[in-house]
């Protein structure tokens, strides 16, 4: 990499060399994420498997990763039993695959659930910023989301994505004013490791101008059209796409959860809409709707 930024023109020859973190800092930072249950200190049982965290090198996001997965572990028990798996998987692997090992593992703990709703964000382009609301309607339609009571499949959603951010599989953007997490993002590592994950248990694929490859046809649950004009982003279900009638053969996809006609064209939406008796979320945000029809009222 230094040899790349010193044959660039623009960079000249200040080169600024990252160097892994040092040893206290690479331990205060992993405290801050593994311990906050405990004022950021480490119990005096727990000293000695959490200097594993040595193994990451000085590697700001393995660190962060590796104490957000411990940071849902409380026992003692719990501790050693994933220490065991990740001294399996450091001690195989080169230092390349040490950080993806940390990852992996912060995946393989996951409950099912969020297993699915991490997976899912990687059908957005990279650097993409997710919007809370966006994302837990979204799960909600896939069915990602169990039925607590007491709460509503929302607020839920809410909480499987603080629990994401909360063990670093998601970065927060952006916070609303009372500190929820209003955008978020997933890492360049964390996306690229979503990516394989999906592509290994068919749970998704991309395809477009942005990615080059075509999906194996028949082999994918989800597929993510990307294209890199501004005005048509197919991955948002429709919405902003320059359209200006209700494509009638929506009606027969009686099954559909979710339908975004936000920043459409669209000025009328035919009475057989009222067919879609499944759908959970309509979005006409900013569309050009100037009235609803009757059959509105069977969704």
């Known amino acids: 990499m230094e040899d790349v930024a010193a044959k660039s023109s623009e960079v000249g020859c200040n080169i600024h060399c990252i160097k892994p973190m040092e040893e206290n800092e690479a331990w205060n930072l992993f405290c801050m994420k593994a311990f906050r249950w405990n004022a950021i200190r480490c119990p005096q049982e727990l000293k000695d498997l959490a200097k594993d965290v040595e193994k990451c090198q000085g590697l700001p996001l393995a660190v962060v990763c590796l104490g ?109 004013i009372y500190g929820l997490p209003e955008k978020c993002k997933m890492h360049d590592m964390l996306r690229e490791l979503a990516l394989s994950k999906s592509e290994e248990e068919k749970f998704c694929a991309l395809y477009g101008e942005l990615i080059g490859a075509r999906p194996e046809e028949g082999a994918i649950r989800r597929l993510s059209i990307q294209s890199s004009h501004a005005e048509i982003k197919p991955w948002e279900v429709l919405r902003g796409a320059p359209i200006e009638t209700f494509p009638d053969h929506i009606v027969t996809l009686f099954n559909l959860r979710y339908l975004d006609l936000g920043r459409t064209r669209i000025k009328k939406l035919p009475e057989s809409i009222g067919r879609l008796y499944n759908i959970e979320t309509l979005n006409l945000a900013q569309s050009q709707l100037e009235a609803l029809p009757n059959g509105i009222v069977n969704l």
Do not use: H
């Open 68 to 176: 957000g997965l411990f940071s849902t572990k409380r026992s003692e028990l719990e501790w050693k039993t994933t220490y065991k798996s990740l001294n399996w998987e450091l001690s195989n692997n080169s230092m390349l695959e040490r950080l993806k090992s940390n990852l992996v593992l912060s995946y393989n703990d996951l409950p099912y659930r969020l297993k699915n709703c991490f997976l899912y964000c990687c059908l957005f382009p990279e650097d993409y910023e997710i919007e809370r609301e966006g994302i837990a309607r979204l799960w909600i339609a896939e069915g990602f989301i169990e039925k607590v009571r007491g709460l509503t499949l929302e607020e839920v959603a809410d909480r499987y994505l603080v629990e994401l951010i909360r063990r670093s599989l998601l970065q927060v953007v952006e916070v609303d």
